[in-house]
């Protein structure tokens, strides 16, 4: 379903992103970890097509993403971090110009504001969501299309533990129907909960990429995500 094949990106020699190279097969979920600058970012921008790599290919349901073929546009749907919405508009009427867009039954628009929990704040303007609601509104947005790929960045920014919990929940519903998510986050408790492959990225590198079972399996038992993570760093530092 998604393919990146040694896929880089060069802006300058500080600031790049190299060698990346990973599958991700339908029904999967794959979460990519690392600190601000490490990456995330760029390799969501360019499987969406708006930033164009320097060298390798990637692939979204057999598609190539190309500038001159558009055909990968219709496999995936996407969640931008810190999502605008116009704010004079309601919920409602933000969904509603999606669905129109999309061209999505209107009767999907309240199942989603249920999903989400904006159905008795649907005819609000967005002015008056706070951080969290609007982060709910770009998800809702998000899950329209019912798409077969599924492409959020940092969906959980914002969101209280009842929503994280919550964004669990419906990363779980979506996988049983057969969707294909990658997402990124800073939480690696929802990593743990919800995807089976997880990369870590360190300054456009990625320094692990394994299955989540993997990473945390030790001699003696388990040991948890963050700690994995935590590890990996010092030994980058240690190293550099």
């Not at 692939?59 to 969640?79: C, E, I, P, Q, R």
């Not at 456009?204 to 990473?215: H, P, Q, Y």
Request: charged share 20%; proline share 3%; aromatic share 8%.
């Amino acid at each position: 379903m998604i393919k990146f094949d040694n896929v880089s990106k060069i802006y300058s020699k500080q600031n790049q992103v190299r060698d990346i190279h990973f599958s991700i097969g339908q029904g999967e979920c794959f979460a990519l970890c690392g600190g601000n600058g490490a990456g995330k970012s760029t390799i969501i921008q360019m499987m969406i097509g708006i930033v164009k790599p320097t060298s390798g290919s990637i692939y979204l349901n057999g598609h190539k993403v190309s500038s001159t073929d558009s055909a990968y546009k219709s496999t995936f749907a996407y969640m931008p971090d810190n999502m605008v919405f116009p704010r004079s508009l309601t919920g409602y009427e933000v969904l509603h110009f999606f669905s129109k867009l999309l061209q999505v039954p209107r009767g999907r628009i309240d199942e989603l504001l249920c999903l989400v929990g904006l159905e008795q704040d649907k005819h609000k303007k967005v002015s008056h969501y706070s951080k969290g609601m609007q982060q709910r509104l770009a998800l809702a947005q998000a899950l329209l299309p019912e798409a077969p790929i599924i492409i959020l960045d940092e969906p959980t920014n914002g969101l209280d533990p009842y929503w994280v919990h919550t964004f669990k929940e419906l990363i779980h519903t979506e996988r049983r129907k057969g969707t294909t998510i990658l997402y990124s986050t800073h939480i690696l408790s929802v990593v743990e909960d919800t995807a089976d492959t997880v990369a870590f990225m360190n300054e456009g590198v990625t320094v692990a990429c394994d299955s989540v079972a993997r990473l945390c399996r030790t001699e003696n038992g388990h040991r948890s995500l963050e700690d994995v993570f935590y590890d990996t760093c010092q030994r980058i530092a240690v190293n550099s």
